[in-house]
């Protein structure tokens, strides 16, 4: 057991200084200080705290050399603050399915970093049979590739939703356009169906390693167990310099306009990132298993 004290704690745009007593690599207690624990103490004040981030990015080069996946994770991923990545495989037919997800999976062993695998679709494989098979293999979120929405009108979704329950992978659109308005229009008219049919999905497209936001976590179900500094969860965090309008400073912010000040990434315990500096563990990642998407109630 050890403290973390003083520690800059950026929650909901504001920085809450308080004490963090951890436990077996996860948090214990958060508190304004322990001030009666005889225990090994950190000092956290020159710096910002953040939960690490979970980054979407869907060209994940797998089927190459390990280097080659191993200077992508540090660059694109790690040097970043990202601790998890949510990917997806691409699938055509219904029994490709498992095999797709089994082969990136053993590609990614070698990861320093956890993962979650999706699926990415055409609208004619929202099936009773193909739902069931993604809920078997508890597939966290399931990518539709948005061309003719008249398919969408003829799915079945009382028994789409059916075959769904109680796993309820989100269903997340992609729209293959450059053009805003198309994507507004495509995007209106995904939400109108979705809603009026009452079916667990997401309103908008994921942009390429950006960091997911906590209702979009909370939707595939990863949230609080990743991305979240709370009792309970693990600890993971990203250490930032600090900056003197840090007070008005969320994470976003963070990650787009202040990523120089990046100082120190922790992932369940251990260093990923001191300085400059990258420790890469081949192997030291693990393949996210959600329980249930949803299943945290983020006004509790």
Same mark, same amino acid.
């Given at each position: 057991m050890y403290i973390i004290e003083n520690a800059n704690l950026l929650k909901d745009k504001q920085i809450k200084t308080?004490?963090?007593?951890?436990?077996?690599?996860?948090?214990?207690?958060?508190?304004?200080?322990?001030?009666?624990?005889?225990?090994i103490r950190m000092n956290a004040d020159p710096y910002v705290m953040t939960p690490t981030y979970v980054l979407f990015n869907s060209n994940i080069p797998h089927i190459k050399a390990f280097q080659e996946l191993k200077k992508f994770l540090?660059?694109?991923?790690?040097?970043?603050?990202c601790t998890t990545l949510l990917t997806y495989v691409n699938v055509s037919y219904e029994n490709e399915l498992s095999t797709k997800i089994s082969e990136l999976r053993t590609a990614l062993l070698s990861s320093?970093?956890?993962?979650?695998?999706?699926?990415?679709?055409?609208?004619?494989?929202?099936?009773?049979?193909?739902?069931?098979?993604?809920?078997? =293999?508890? @597939? /966290? *979120?399931?990518?539709?590739?948005?061309?003719?929405?008249?398919? %969408?009108?003829?799915?079945?979704?009382?028994? $789409?939703?059916?075959?769904?329950?109680?796993?309820?992978?989100?269903?997340?659109p992609i729209i293959s356009s450059d053009d805003k308005k198309e994507v507004k229009s495509a995007l209106s008219k995904w939400k109108?169906?979705?809603?009026? =049919?009452? @079916? /667990? *999905?997401?309103?908008?497209?994921?942009?390429?390693?950006?960091? %997911?936001?906590?209702?979009?976590?909370?939707? $595939?179900?990863?949230?609080?167990?990743?991305?979240?500094?709370?009792s309970g969860t693990e600890v993971s965090y990203n250490l930032y310099a600090k900056i003197n309008e840090s007070q008005n400073?969320?994470?976003?912010?963070?990650?787009?306009?202040?990523?120089?000040?990046?100082?120190v990434t922790v992932h369940k315990g251990a260093v990923l990132r001191a300085?400059?500096?990258?420790?890469?563990?081949?192997?030291?990642g693990e393949h996210v298993r959600v329980r249930i998407p949803s299943y945290f109630s983020l006004s509790s």
């Open positions: 308080c004490s963090l007593l951890i436990n077996n690599n996860r948090i214990d207690k958060i508190d304004s200080h322990f001030k009666y624990y005889q225990l540090i660059e694109e991923l790690m040097l970043k603050g320093s970093i956890d993962y979650l695998i999706g699926v990415r679709i055409p609208i004619r494989l929202i099936t009773q049979s193909f739902i069931r098979k993604c809920k078997k =293999e508890k @597939v /966290p *979120a399931i990518f539709v590739d948005l061309q003719n929405y008249e398919e %969408l009108e003829q799915i079945p979704w009382g028994w $789409i939703k059916d075959a769904m329950f109680p796993f309820n992978s989100p269903l997340i109108g169906i979705m809603n009026r =049919e009452n @079916v /667990p *999905a997401l309103y908008e497209v994921f942009e390429e390693n950006n960091p %997911l936001s906590i209702s979009v976590l909370n939707k $595939i179900g990863l949230y609080p167990q990743k991305a979240s500094l709370m400073v969320d994470d976003m912010s963070l990650f787009h306009y202040h990523s120089d000040r990046l100082v300085g400059d500096d990258v420790i890469f563990k081949p192997g030291n």
